[in-house]
């Protein structure tokens, strides 16, 4: 094989030649866009009149011997009060139109109705004053950028500083008229003065409209247009680009809201920089998913984990680790009410293509949440036998909501036959409670369950009466709340309904004072969000000497807050009597107390689990 003397030349190719139309094409619309602009603003004017000289012809300005002149023709002559001023003016290098521009100028006119209103190419309403004058008077305000050329606007030494209102603007009201006159009386104009100087600190004047187009520019576009339209022509006579399939749509990250743990403490909706989260009926929500950028402030500022940005999820099927039992709901992991009545009829369903069981019946469900719902209605209309047993009542950990929370849910579908939809927790009892009525599923409230006992062919479910049920098939649904521990000090009639075990909604106790028992993270996340709430008085009440367990930044947190005040804590104490507004604690000192949250843990349903051999 003989070697070649001379390198292969490039070949031209569709790249090259395309590459060389668009770099001429936007060169020569570059030029035509230039060109466009000088064409446009030579002669143009500079800008649109202030409102209060709107109707004059440049005529009437430009025609005369100087602007200044002018001016005089129809303000008269306006000497400065200011010796540095007056010596510039009669320098002839500070006129009228140096402070005060008559295109893009701008002012305030005060209307007897005491309204406002901030002039410039436009007029705005700009607020009201206690100003009314018997006319409506404008007040010029001339901009800072002005006085820039003789005063330097960053120091408090000079003197323009008394004059600067903010928004780019100064009020020199005293440089044409004195505020006081030789006997020392205010003048009447200083009142307008002194309003005119108030709305220009918080307003800006208008600015004028965008120029329409001229001819020039509908030129350069259409050359530039043509240009490009040619340089397709050219590419696909070249080499037609092959068809792309069109991308799957990117999976977004949105956050996801555990409503049943939800504190309705408006951390997340402050902390989120694009509005895309609400509280609606003490309860955040997902308002403009489409403005979520996937950023985790809200994640970090809620203060006990209900809120997570995730990828959207999949219902599961709930099935455990060991033959013959179902978990569903809360207690495996997902809390979410959908996910939840979703595992409960799933498991049901999965059950019921296994074969009959041998014992007196198919499944016994342990718990009537929104999981152990589903699962007896769904039992109920594949014909098996079963029973629920609930050691309260039916959708107990819905109704610990407070009045008229939305209950919401992530966009999953309802694969169960129980209703579930954007709804208060009024409705969604309203609607269930209904079912049950029509229904009437095997359910039986106030029966706890002890035991779970492993036998031929299944398990013997026993309850608190002694009774024992044999089933083929478990599933538990009994949540992860189990039993609230309480207080050794007994709690009168009075006040059962202000004592809670639990926190949905911290902006409903807003001005109360609250005491708080625990030293967990859930009494200090709970003690936070309280302590967040307009008015509100927190006593934390801790057993021991210091914190002792919990995340290090719910800890950071409560201590931040101690050193502030609004948290009080009352160390190596206990709750030893409860009263009407208040509770005594160790040492026999009284606290005002209007709610008492008692977050000392609670007794786990862990023997069920032992029992199963899930722990």
């Known amino acids: 094989m003989t070697r070649r003397r001379r390198a292969l030349r490039a070949q031209r190719t569709s790249d090259v030649t395309r590459y060389r139309g668009a770099a001429a094409a936007a060169i020569t619309g570059a030029v035509v866009a230039v060109v466009a602009t ?148 205010i003048a009447p104009r200083a009142a307008a003065w002194d309003a005119a100087r108030e709305i220009a600190s918080t307003t800006s004047a208008p600015s004028a409209p965008a120029k329409p187009f001229g001819p020039w520019s509908w030129l350069g576009l259409a050359l530039a247009a043509a240009g490009l339209v040619w340089i397709g022509a050219r590419r696909t006579a070249k080499s037609p680009p092959p068809v792309a399939a069109p991308a799957p749509a990117p999976i977004k990250r949105l956050p996801v809201i555990d409503t049943s743990t939800c504190l309705g403490c408006h951390a997340c909706v402050d902390a989120c920089p694009y509005d895309v989260l609400e509280i609606k009926n003490y309860v955040a929500v997902v308002a403009r998913p489409a403005d979520c950028c996937g950023l985790i402030l809200c994640e970090q500022k809620c203060p006990n984990g209900s809120l997570a940005i995730a990828l959207p999820d999949e219902p599961q099927v709930g099935l455990a680790e060991v ?35 041998p014992l007196e019946l198919d499944v016994v469900i342990v718990g009537a949440g929104p999981a152990g719902l589903a699962a007896a209605l769904e039992a109920h209309a594949r014909g098996l036998r079963y029973i629920a047993l609930e050691q309260a009542t039916i959708a107990d950990s819905i109704r610990s909501f407070p009045r008229r929370k939305l209950v919401i849910d992530a966009g999953l579908p309802n694969t169960s036959a129980l209703w579930l939809a954007e709804a208060t927790k009024e409705q969604l009892l309203a609607r269930w409670t209904r079912t049950v009525r029509e229904v009437r599923p095997a359910i039986v409230e106030g029966c706890r369950v002890t035991r779970i006992e492993r036998i031929a062919h299944g398990f013997a479910i026993t309850d608190a009466t002694g009774t024992t049920r044999r089933a083929g098939h478990v599933v538990i649904a009994i949540g992860r ?125 862990e023997g069920l689990l032992r029992d199963v051999g899930l722990l």
């Open 323 to 357: 033959p013959g039992v179902f978990v569903a709901g809360d207690i495996g992991g997902t809390p979410l009410i959908k996910n939840a009545v979703n595992q409960g009829a799933q498991a049901i369903r999965t059950i019921a293509e296994r074969p009959r069981s």
């Open 481 to 605: 709340r189990g039993t609230p521990r309480t207080l050794a000090a007994a709690v009168p009639p009075e006040m059962a309904n202000d004592v809670h075990y639990s926190l949905a909604d911290a902006r409903s106790f807003a001005g109360r004072r609250i005491v708080v028992v625990g030293a967990g993270d859930v009494a200090m996340e709970a003690a936070v969000a309280l302590s967040s709430q307009p008015g509100t008085e927190v006593t934390l009440v801790v057993r021991a000497p210091e914190f002792r367990r919990g995340k290090a930044r719910n800890i950071a947190e409560v201590r931040r807050r101690i050193a502030a005040g609004t948290i009080r804590v009352a160390w190596q104490s206990e709750v030893t009597a409860i009263a009407t507004g208040r509770v005594t604690l160790t040492g026999g000192a009284d606290v005002p107390c209007e709610s008492l949250f008692v977050m000392i843990g609670s007794i786990p349903a």
């Open 38 to 185: 000088l064409a446009l603003s030579s002669g143009d004017s500079p800008g649109p009149l202030a409102v209060p000289h709107a109707g004059l012809a440049c005529a009437a300005c430009h025609d005369a011997p100087s602007v200044a002149d002018a001016c005089t023709t129809c303000h008269g002559p306006h000497p400065s009060t200011r010796a540095r001023h007056r010596a510039l003016a009669a320098a002839g290098t500070l006129g009228c139109v140096d402070c005060h521009p008559g295109h893009r100028g701008g002012g305030v006119t005060l209307l007897a109705d005491g309204r406002a209103l901030r002039y410039g190419a436009t007029d705005e309403p700009a607020g009201a004053t206690a100003f009314r004058p018997s006319h409506p008077i404008s007040v010029p305000i001339v901009p800072a950028t002005t006085c820039a050329r003789c005063h330097d606007l960053a120091s408090s030494r000079d003197p323009v500083a008394a004059c600067l209102v903010g928004n780019g603007a100064t009020a020199c009201f005293d440089e044409h008229r004195v505020v006081r006159d030789a006997s020392g009386a």
